[in-house]
């Protein structure tokens, strides 16, 4: 950089400058030249950036005809005039903001950073657009996540008892990432225990209370026994004499029930007789236990469900039910080691931590104390009991009849035995997606070799059966055969239940029925499609939440307690309505 002065005058300029000009090559219109008048004393400034783009000379004069310049040398041009220019403006318009970010960003905690690369992480992403880094933060905690997963939780570590208090420990010790991480990985697992060991409690109440029998219940059946003996009427005949041909009359609709339940079998024979076009064609012949026979009795004698009729029999009033018929049901109800499985403790020798809750609810399912009782096996023997009937209609004790079952009557069973809804198709997976391999245990060579593990299995609860043709088989015999076959194998076949031989005894005598005729699994999810449970002709509260427990599902209950006289004394005066 170079300054001198001297006085010239203007004209020597320009003189000069034209010598210059031709020395060049007449390169007067390849310099830019920028003047400028400054000042009040009528001077002016000249800006001249040679061709090349190396160098910049500044001169100024004034009125008293001196001359000031400055020249100042660049490096080699790399770039153009103008986009030095544009570059300069656009720095100019960018650095107040780039002021103002930065005051921002300091305010909040940039100047906590101990590093460039802190710093950098917090003001690249906003100088570049972005919004935040959250996902190399998250890829980050994924990592420390990954290594203390398999790290052991010494034991008696001190956990928070909510996350609550582990974000107020978080800053108050100032936990570090990998310590956060630890600490929810201990409370998760510690969580994950303790609601799982409820739902292992919460499905072993389930079941005793399913097992049990509700106070209003056994109120209901001892007032009523007792009425038996202190009142005539109680101990009618049932049905009256008028009417005993009816019994054994073809043309009439007979339904079969066997229970021990005197309000569940109130219902099912209201609700049949209230749903039938035909109701004065009904015939019910209602089978219970010794203990429940007066109880049985009082009900139907003193509420009759005119003008269908009623029969009201005790297993000890058949003359053919002896243990010479039935000594494989008589070996089942006393055989200790039975005993113990259904009625001893459910939890000893399961290891808890090996099963899932629901395989928990299946086992327990199985092991329900009605598998055992006679009553629950006495329909393998209806062609014996009923000898004198060609079709009957079984019915469990946990139904409901919305439609009239007439109908019924008119299928044509093609020569089977039994009319059933199967239970492998339908929209309801819990429910209907039974197969052979949902009731047996296949890895026994006997079940592997005579049975098919695909092969669709049916419902209990609502059966037609055509006992003309069940007499001509040997579904009984075979019934029997199985069951001593389980016995000796201690039970590793099946567990007991009423349905797993009865889908091997009835084999190829199963005729499917429409799915309308009998829908299931009200007793096992809440939720079940109500439009659904409206338009099917039986319902079936099949499972444990049945709708005269307290477990009862309530909005699936109205179907059944619709049909429960409330008025009744004995009802009333046994709190039934407020129990259910």
């Not at 329900?368 to 060609?390: C, T, V």
């Not at 009984?476 to 009423?498: A, I």
């Amino acid at each position: 950089m170079r300054s001198s002065r001297r006085p010239q005058t203007r004209e020597g300029q320009r003189g000069k400058y034209h010598n210059r000009k031709t020395q060049k090559g007449n390169l007067i219109g390849e310099e830019e030249i920028i003047k400028d008048s400054c000042g009040s004393d009528g001077g002016n400034m000249q800006l001249h950036i040679s061709p090349s783009m190396r160098s910049i000379t500044i001169s100024s004069s004034g009125n008293n005809g001196f001359i000031d310049s400055m020249k100042i040398k660049v490096a080699a041009r790399h770039i153009s005039y103008r986009t030095l220019f544009h570059t300069i403006l656009i720095l100019a318009f960018l650095l107040p903001f780039v002021f103002i970010l930065t005051a921002v960003v300091t305010l909040e905690g940039v100047n906590k950073c101990s590093s460039f690369d802190c710093l950098g992480r917090r003001l690249g992403p906003r100088l570049l657009g972005r919004v935040d880094d959250s996902g190399r933060l998250v890829k980050d905690f994924y990592k420390i996540l990954n290594q203390v997963k398999n790290e052991e939780i010494p034991d008696g570590v001190k956990l928070p008892a909510s996350f609550n208090h582990l974000v107020s420990e978080m800053k108050n010790n100032q936990y570090d990432a990998r310590t956060f991480a630890f600490m929810l990985r201990a409370m998760m697992e510690k969580l994950e225990r303790e609601i799982r060991e409820s739902k292992f409690a919460e499905l072993m109440n389930k079941h005793f209370a399913a097992s049990s029998i509700p106070k209003s219940i056994h109120c209901l059946s001892l007032r009523l026994t007792d009425e038996y003996s202190s009142n005539a009427h109680a101990r009618t005949q049932l049905p009256s004499p008028e009417f005993l041909p009816l019994l054994s009359d073809n043309s009439y609709h007979h339904f079969v029930l066997s229970t021990d339940n005197i309000l569940a079998a109130s219902v099912v024979v209201t609700s049949t007789v209230q749903s039938s076009l035909k109701p004065d064609r009904i015939v019910f012949h209602i089978i219970t236990d010794k203990k429940t026979y007066a109880g049985m009795h009082s009900w139907f004698a003193l509420n009759p469900a005119s003008p269908a009729t009623v029969e009201v029999k005790g297993v000890h009033q058949f003359d053919w039910l002896t243990r010479e018929n039935v000594p494989v049901l008589e070996a089942v109800e006393n055989h200790n080691g039975i005993r113990d499985y259904y009625h001893g403790n459910h939890i000893a020798g399961t290891n808890l931590s090996d099963t899932t809750p629901r395989r928990f609810a299946s086992k327990l399912q199985a092991r329900s104390p009605k598998y055992i009782s006679l009553l629950n096996h006495l329909r393998i023997y209806i062609p014996e009991l009923f000898p004198n009937l060609d079709k009957v209609v079984f019915l469990d004790d946990d139904v409901v009849i919305q439609h009239d079952l007439s109908p019924l009557w008119e299928i044509d069973l093609q020569g089977k035995v039994n009319g059933a809804v199967e239970t492998c198709k339908g929209e309801d997976e819990w429910v209907m997606s039974k197969h052979l391999k949902n009731y047996f245990n296949f890895s026994h060579p006997l079940v592997a070799k005579n049975l098919d593990p695909d092969e669709c299995a049916w419902a209990y609860g609502m059966n037609i059966f055509d006992l003309h043709a069940w007499r001509n088989t040997n579904i009984r015999e075979t019934y029997h055969s199985w069951m001593k076959e389980n016995l000796k194998s201690n039970l590793t076949m099946w567990k007991l239940g009423t349905l797993p031989p009865a889908l091997i005894a009835f084999k190829g005598h199963v005729h499917p029925i429409d799915p309308f005729w009998h829908m299931l699994g009200l007793g096992y999810q809440k939720n079940t499609n109500i439009e659904s449970v409206k338009k099917a002709a039986v319902i079936h509260y099949n499972g444990q939440s049945k709708p005269w427990l307290e477990i009862g599902f309530e909005h699936l209950r109205p179907f059944w307690t619709k049909y429960v006289n409330y008025s009744n004394d004995f009802i009333r005066n046994c709190h039934i309505l407020d129990s259910v």
